[in-house]
T-cell receptor, first 114, second 109 residues
Framework: ETGVTQTPRHLVMGMTNKKSLKCEQHLGHNAMYWYKQSAKKPLELMFVYSLEERVENNSVPSRFSPECPNSSHLFLHLHTLQPEDSALYLC?????????????FGSGTQLSVL | GQNIDQPTEMTATEGAIVQINCTYQ??????LFWYQQHAGEAPTFLSYNVLDGLEEKGRFSSFLSRSKGYSYLLLKELQMKDSASYLC??????????WGAGTKLIIKP
């Protein structure tokens, strides 16, 4: 148990569906992240929220839309996805202290786009 | 460009020692992390190095040489539960984390 909970664990969706991924952290951290993990590829940072404000968006397609209503919750809204978006989506949190902070990850949502 | 290299897969025997290497080329350096990820589970923090040398933590040790852009993770007295992927990540001068693709470690009895 890492203190970061993601739901659902698995998701299958068609290209025309709309779904949302949810992440909740119980660690009192002030930063939350969405990462994409594809097989045999490095983790790709998608979005970063610090103190509930988005601080990074690494050229992620607009079909992915993040939402951070408070410091404990993070959502990733999905719509009109493509098959190449199939991957493991990981949420993480950290307490920003200037460099040495470690990330606490959730177990991820395994997404399959048909 | 920025790059982290680590072997794709390694195999070792239960009870033995294995060394997983990581080399990096990044814009600046502000620390190197190792994470462990069991299949279907969350990556979990193993170690952090920011100064040269060896950091020991039980059966696991991590080494850093900043001049060589090189780190390794040393696992001793291997157990079957050590079968996992090991991720190397470097924080660059902008405090961005650059990730390697991970090393899948297979432990055989």
């Amino acid at each position: 148990e890492t203190g970061v909970t993601q739901t659902p664990r698995h998701l299958v969706m068609g290209m025309t569906n709309k779904k949302s991924l949810k992440c909740e952290q119980h660690l009192g951290h002030n930063a939350m992240y969405w990462y994409k993990q594809s097989a045999k590829k490095p983790l790709e940072l998608m979005f970063v929220y610090s103190l509930e404000e988005r601080v990074e968006n690494n050229s992620v397609p607009s079909r992915f839309s993040p939402e951070c209503p408070n410091s404990s919750h993070l959502f990733l809204h999905l719509h009109t996805l493509q098959p190449e978006d199939s991957a493991l989506y990981l949420c993480a949190s950290s307490q920003e202290t200037g460099g040495s902070e470690k990330l606490f990850f959730g177990s991820g949502t395994q997404l399959s786009v048909l | 460009g920025q790059n982290i290299d680590q072997p794709t897969e390694m195999t070792a025997t239960e009870g033995a020692i294995v060394q997983i290497n990581c080399t990096y080329q990044t814009s600046g350096f502000n620390g190197l992390f190792w994470y462990q990820q069991h299949a279907g589970e969350a990556p979990t923090f193993l170690s952090y190095n920011v100064l040269d040398g060896l950091e020991e933590k039980g059966r696991f040790s991590s080494f850093l040489s900043r001049s060589k852009g090189y780190s390794y993770l040393l696992l001793k007295e291997l157990q079957m539960k050590d079968s996992a992927s090991y991720l190397c990540a470097v924080r660059d001068s902008n405090y961005q984390l650059i990730w390697g693709a991970g090393t899948k470690l297979i432990i055989k009895p």
